[in-house]
T-cell receptor, first 112, second 114 residues
Framework: DAKTTQPPSMDCAEGRAANLPCNHSTISGNEYVYWYRQIHSQGPQYIIHGLKNNETNEMASLIITEDRKSSTLILPHATLRDTAVYYCTRHSLNSGYSTLTFGKGTMLLVSP | DAGITQSPRYKITETGRQVTLMCHQTWSHSYMFWYRQDLGHGLRLIYYSAAADITDKGEVPDGYVVSRSKTENFPLTLESATRSQTSVYFC?????????????FGPGTRLTVT
């Protein structure tokens, strides 16, 4: 998605926190920030989303800057199974339906 | 098992043939979506449905037909398959259609048109 910018790849050691950044400087006030991931040969998997406030669930934490121009997905204790492509996307209302657009994402490699 | 399933998982067909990809969800979600994923294009919306008997076009609907007679099923038909429709197809569902509702994806169907 040209409206979000992510590093193409990142490495993380197993057991350490993985911090994945995303720039979405043109996000509008009613657009949510969403994170999905796609493990090889599987369908995209929802992780977390937020509008303004930081969010946490059983999978991850989402930190959104106060100006909403960027966010960081945090996987607190990365495991080998977290190796995947992580997509930061914006969920917009477009002509009456909600649309997701995935860009190239960040390939996270978790190593032993 | 609860969730969203797609069938077949893999399909090879010839140019000009009709192909139907099936999608079934057990959550009674109102919204269902069909996406295709291609290298260099990311994920693109083909069609979506807000409820049974309500469907509408997405970004790339040409060459595809959908129907939704039951809430839980959302089949996608390629009326006359072309090589450009070789892709991985994902079905997704969400409880409602607003931007605060996450989408849940099926495992995908890898379609090859020869």
């Amino acid at each position: 998605d040209a409206k979000t910018t992510q590093p193409p790849s990142m490495d993380c050691a197993e057991g350490r926190a993985a911090n994945l950044p995303c720039n979405h400087s043109t996000i509008s006030g009613n657009e949510y920030v969403y994170w999905y991931r796609q493990i090889h040969s599987q369908g995209p998997q929802y992780i977390i989303h937020g509008l303004k406030n930081n969010e946490t669930n059983e999978m991850a934490s989402l930190i959104i800057t106060e100006d909403r121009k960027s966010s960081t997905l945090i996987l607190p204790h990365a495991t080998l199974r977290d190796t995947a492509v992580y997509y930061c996307t914006r969920h917009s209302l477009n002509s009456g339906y909600s649309t997701l657009t995935f860009g190239k994402g960040t390939m996270l490699l978790v190593s032993p | 098992d609860a969730g969203i399933t797609q069938s077949p998982r893999y399909k090879i067909t010839e140019t000009g043939r009709q192909v139907t990809l099936m999608c079934h969800q057990t959550w009674s979600h109102s919204y269902m979506f069909w996406y295709r994923q291609d290298l260099g294009h990311g994920l693109r919306l083909i069609y979506y449905s807000a409820a049974a008997d309500i469907t509408d076009k997405g970004e790339v609907p040409d060459g595809y037909v959908v129907s939704r007679s039951k809430t839980e099923n959302f089949p996608l038909t390629l009326e006359s398959a072309t090589r450009s429709q070789t892709s991985v197809y994902f079905c997704a569902s969400s409880e409602l259609g607003g931007p605060s509702y996450e989408q849940y994806f099926g495992p995908g169907t890898r379609l090859t048109v020869t």
